[in-house]
């Protein structure tokens, strides 16, 4: 069983910053894509970022150079870090990881962060 714990979420004025992090518990799996998607009031979920195990990255058009996704793999978590945060960037922030137990892979979602940014 694996259970995803998500913190860092919370209000900051346009221009700040946040990190966010999300931690794979549990034992006996490998951690393999890790992602970070968001979704805003009457809004789709959508990607903002995802990295692979190896560290290759790829970003939502609309946060491309202000957000970063990283990685430990040693603690099977990954981070966040939002620069410039936008009012636009408001949302609640889910972790979404895919998890290889033997020959059997499974996805998991965070319970999601709530990240508020005023004006």
């Known amino acids: 069983q694996v259970q995803l714990v998500e913190s860092g979420g919370g209000l900051v004025q346009a221009g700040g910053s946040l990190r966010l992090s999300c931690a794979a518990a549990?034992?006996?799996?490998?951690?393999?894509?890790m992602n970070w998607y968001r979704q805003a009031p009457g809004k789709q979920r959508e990607l903002v970022a995802a990295i692979t195990r190896s560290g290759t990255t790829n970003y939502a058009d609309a946060v491309k150079g202000r957000f970063t996704i990283s990685r430990d793999n040693a603690k099977n978590t990954v981070y966040l870090q939002m620069n410039s945060l936008k009012p636009e960037d408001t949302a609640v922030y889910y972790c979404?990881?895919?998890?290889?137990?033997?020959?059997?892979?499974?996805?998991?979602w965070g319970q999601g962060t709530q990240v508020t940014v005023s004006s």
């Open positions: 979404y990881v895919g998890v290889r137990t033997g020959i059997i892979e499974y996805d998991y």
């Open positions: 549990g034992s006996g799996f490998r951690v393999n894509d």
